[in-house]
């Protein structure tokens, strides 16, 4: 059985993997995770205790440890999904996101190229580097058009350009060194285990619990959204039959505005979770002053990984909505764990910088 390595691992999308890696069984699976505020080991579920997982606390950053765990465990391929991701939190402190996007990354990189090349030929052929990045590196769109995987890079925040930067090392990597890298530049997820922090979970807490619903400006911003699971699926595609140094975007056909999101988020808690005063949650949407430099619409042409590949999305956002809004309506004890202490739906992104 080959070992894959899934750094991030018990975030958000990270564990979706592990998750699907490990229920598989086709691969034993080593998590790698610093656990973060946004780390959460309750996010493997049953993959944890599995008999083809092993979790590992560890930085990425931490070159040591690193190539300590690659000579033990010698994998057959990487997917790398550590980062920190929050734009607003990347607006109030963006030392942290070059310092695990960029230098984390590069770390990663150079022991990953030190593993390769001393795999034997028979082995070293099939590792493949799975580097996970995101839309936001393309800019902003106008109304019309989709980012492709030629779309010139704009990042405008500092999430996007650390995460920008961590893309051109990986392609660097790929072209100077002839370590085997993939990229895929993935829209906005939404699914099961998303720290409170992102709009979709956001809304659902604090519409559950009768609060103000936060949108920035007037909701207009449009999104592509992805359930996560999809993505998941997409990366396993990648990691399975991606060709080196190409690059494939992923996106789930779901564009949809900011607004309309938490309407319909609104409109499946009213039908599912009645509150016992508030008839119409949407009467809690609340419009607040916009996030620095927030770009307006991001579209995915994704017909490159369907075409070569054979991934296609499954959910619809309305599918995958439903299953996302009845999950934290059953898992409100995972929601009180990873906010205790950490984060309680306070506004962030407001510049102060530190």
């Not at 106008?142 to 090392?169: C, I, N, Q, V």
């Not at 999809?230 to 056909?253: K, W």
């Not at 927030?294 to 956002?317: C, P």
Request: hydrophobic fraction near 40%; proline fraction near 4%.
């Amino acid at each position: 059985m080959k070992t894959l390595f899934v750094t991030g691992g018990a975030g958000f999308i990270g564990s979706a993997v592990v998750r699907m890696l490990v229920g598989a069984g086709t691969y034993r699976v080593v998590t790698i995770d610093k656990l973060t505020y946004a780390g959460n080991i309750q996010s493997l579920g049953d993959a944890f205790d599995a008999a083809n997982h092993r979790f590992v606390k560890a930085d990425i950053g931490d070159a040591p440890m690193m190539r300590a765990l690659f000579e033990e465990e010698r994998p057959a391929g990487v997917i790398h999904l550590a980062a920190e991701s929050h734009v607003d939190r990347s607006i109030d402190a963006p030392a942290d996101f070059i310092e695990t996007n960029v230098v984390g990354t590069f770390t990663l990189l150079q022991e990953s190229l030190r593993h390769q090349r001393q795999l034997a030929a028979a082995e070293a052929s099939p590792f493949r580097f799975v580097h996970v990045s995101t839309d936001e590196v393309f800019g902003s769109l106008g109304p019309t058009g989709a980012f492709t995987e030629t779309t010139p890079y704009s990042p405008r925040s500092p999430y996007a350009a650390s995460k920008a930067a961590a893309d051109h090392l990986a392609r660097a990597w790929f072209h100077t060194y002839g370590l085997s890298t993939v990229t895929t530049n993935c829209s906005n997820n939404y699914g099961p285990y998303q720290f409170p922090e992102k709009l979709v979970p956001l809304v659902i807490q604090q519409a559950l619990n009768g609060r103000e619903i936060p949108i920035y400006g007037r909701g207009e911003n449009v999104r592509d959204w992805l359930y996560v699971d999809d993505h998941a699926r997409a990366l396993i595609a990648v990691l399975e039959r991606g060709v080196p140094g190409e690059t494939y975007n992923v996106g789930g056909h779901g564009e949809r505005r900011n607004i309309e999101m938490a309407e319909a988020i609104c409109g499946l808690l009213d039908e599912l979770s009645p509150h016992a005063t508030i008839r119409d949650r949407r009467s809690l949407i609340t419009f607040v002053a916009d996030r620095p430099g927030h770009d307006h619409r991001y579209a995915i042409d994704m017909s490159k990984i369907e075409r070569e590949l054979g991934w296609r999305a499954t959910e619809t956002v309305e599918s995958g909505l439903q299953k996302t809004v009845q999950w934290y309506l059953d898992n409100q004890s995972w929601c009180e764990h990873v906010q205790a202490g950490t984060y309680r739906g306070e506004r962030l992104g407001l510049g102060a910088l530190t």
